[in-house]
């Protein structure tokens, strides 16, 4: 079966800009979540959601927001891109919140800001 | 801030050789996973240990769980090449955060 699907998978924008990320999870996964990997900070929790529903949010500003839609694919929104927001943004699936299951995540989608 | 801790940062071994690396957590815990990153790619589930578990394999996987030391290992044995990469702990803690430990860069040497 497909896998977790991640678009675009690389990504150069200018400071100021905004851009939207997306992410198909795994037929039939319903928790999406979404970290951001970078080499100074590692990966940060960035939100979860479970049937279009937010369950947690990381410690990030508002110009990070998020949404899932009924088919459980989901969206990430990076308002007024900063340098410091050029990172590996990775998304990842579960069947239901993580502590139960492990995660399958995708490729990533790597944002550069200049 | 992260909650666990991969211990050592960087390991490097011999192909065949076995490799344990540890982390370290700080709040209770519902269970504790691990994870493996190629270079730049999306992260790989590994074994995922509950809470009530003290030790579970799978295949040249072994981790142990300490809830009273809030630390748990992984041990890879007869390593290869190909399992070159880095590894990562992750909990789930206060307010059903999961948080990532700060990974392992096992090198291993053909």
């Known amino acids: 079966k497909a896998g977790v699907t991640q678009t675009p998978r690389y990504l150069i924008k200018t400071r100021g800009q905004q851009v939207t990320l997306s992410c198909s999870p795994i037929?039939?996964?319903?928790?999406v979540s979404w970290y951001q990997q970078t080499p100074g900070q590692g990966l940060q929790f960035l939100f979860e959601y479970f049937s279009e529903t937010q369950r947690n949010k990381g410690n990030f500003p508002g110009r990070f927001s998020g949404r899932q839609f009924s088919n459980s694919r989901s969206e990430m929104n990076v308002s007024t891109l900063e340098l410091g927001d050029s990172a590996l943004y990775l998304c990842?699936?579960?069947?239901?919140?993580?502590?139960?299951?492990?995660?399958?995540f995708g490729s990533g989608t790597r944002l550069t800001v200049v | 801030s992260q909650q666990g801790e991969e211990d050592p940062q960087a390991l490097s071994i011999q192909e065949g050789e076995n490799a344990t690396m540890n982390c370290s957590y700080k709040?209770?815990?519902?269970?504790l996973q691990w994870y493996r990153q190629n270079s730049g790619r999306g992260l790989v589930h590994l074994i995922l240990i509950r809470s009530n578990e003290r030790e579970k394999h799978s295949g040249r996987l072994r981790v142990t769980l300490d809830t009273s030391k809030k630390s748990s290992s992984l041990l890879i044995t007869a390593s290869r090449a190909a399992d070159t990469a880095s590894y990562f702990c992750a909990t789930v803690g206060g307010y059903q955060k999961v948080t990532f430990g700060t990974g392992t860069k096992l090198q291993v040497i053909p």
């Open positions: 709040t209770s815990i519902n269970n």
């Open positions: 990842a699936s579960s069947l239901a919140p993580f502590w139960d299951y492990g995660y399958t």
């Open positions: 037929s039939g996964h319903r928790s």
